[in-house]
C-alpha cells in the first residue's frame, strides 16, 4: 500500500496525517493554527508532516489550507486580507523543503470539494458544488469531473456572491455578500444584535432547539438567503447536485425547509429540484481530500 500525507490547514486548527490510496487515515496529529505567526507555523506543520513522512514511507503531500493560494507559484495571494502575516509565504516550497517530497496546495474548500468527487456525496457525479459553511463561506466547483482552478487558482469563492448590493460592507470590497447573511459569524452578530448580548452561533442555534422565535426568525433569513445563492449558482452553472459540509450542518434541519423553499423560488423554472445534499465526511474530508489529490497529480 502506498501511504501519502495530507494536510489541514484550518482558521482554528491545523490536522496532518498519513492517508492510504485509498482515503484510509492511517495515523494523524492536531495542533491550533497559527497563520498570524507567519512564516515559523509553516515550518512548523512542514515538520510535523515530515515526520510522519519518514515513519510511513509517505511519497507525496496534499494540503489544504484557509486562504487564497497562486496555484503556480503554492504561495499565499493578499486574497481579503492584503497586510496579513501568511501573504507572499511559499507554502508549497516551505513543505516541499522540509519534506523533502512532491508537494500538492490548495484552498482548503475546493480540497473538500475534491474529498466529495472521490469519496464523498460527489462520487460519480461530473458537475456539481461544494459548500463549506463554517466561520465563513467557502466552496468548490466540479465541472467536468475536474476541481475548477480559475487563471490563478481562486475560483470558487461563493460566499461573495453578492445578495444585496446596498446590502453590509465585506472584506472582499463588495456589499451584501452571501457570506454575510449565511456563516457562523453571521449568524452569531445577528444574534448578538436581536437579543442584545455576545452569543455564538451554537448558541443562537441551541435557543432555536428550545423554540424561542426570535431566534428562529433569524435561522429562516440564513436559510433564505443560502437558498438565494443556491438558487443563483444553480443558473450559473447547471449543476447536477449541490453538497453542503462543515460545522453549521450540524444544525441544519433548522435551515433546511427555508433553504429549500427560496432555492426554489430563485432558480430558472427546470433547475428548481437539482438536489441539495448534506456532506456525510464529517472534519474528515480536509485531509483525505488533500492527500488524494496529491496522489492523483503524481
Known sequence: MQYLIGIDIGATNTRVAVVD?????????????????????????GEAAAKLASEYQAIAVGVGSAGQIDRKTGSYLPGLYPTAPWVGVPLR?????????????DNDCKISAYAELKIGQGQGVADFVSLTLGTGLGGGIISNGQLVHGISGVAGHVGHL??????????????????????????????????????????VFQRASEGDSRALQILHEVGTALGQGLGAMANLLNPQLFILGGSILEWYPFLESSVQASFRATAMNGLQDTPIKRSQLGGEGGIIGAALYAWDQL
Open 162 to 203: 453578492s445578495l444585496d448590493h446596498s446590502g453590509p460592507q465585506c472584506a472582499c470590497g463588495n456589499r451584501g455578500c452571501l457570506e454575510l447573511y449565511v456563516s457562523g459569524t453571521a449568524i452569531a452578530k445577528q444574534g448578538s444584535l436581536v437579543f442584545q448580548e455576545e452569543l455564538t452561533s451554537p448558541q
Open 21 to 45: 490510496s485509498m482515503g484510509k487515515i492511517i495515523a494523524t496529529t492536531r495542533f491550533p493554527s497559527e497563520m498570524s505567526a507567519g512564516e515559523s507555523f509553516f515550518q512548523k506543520v
Open 93 to 105: 516550497e516551505i513543505i516541499a523543503t522540509t519534506t523533502t517530497l512532491p508537494t500538492f496546495v
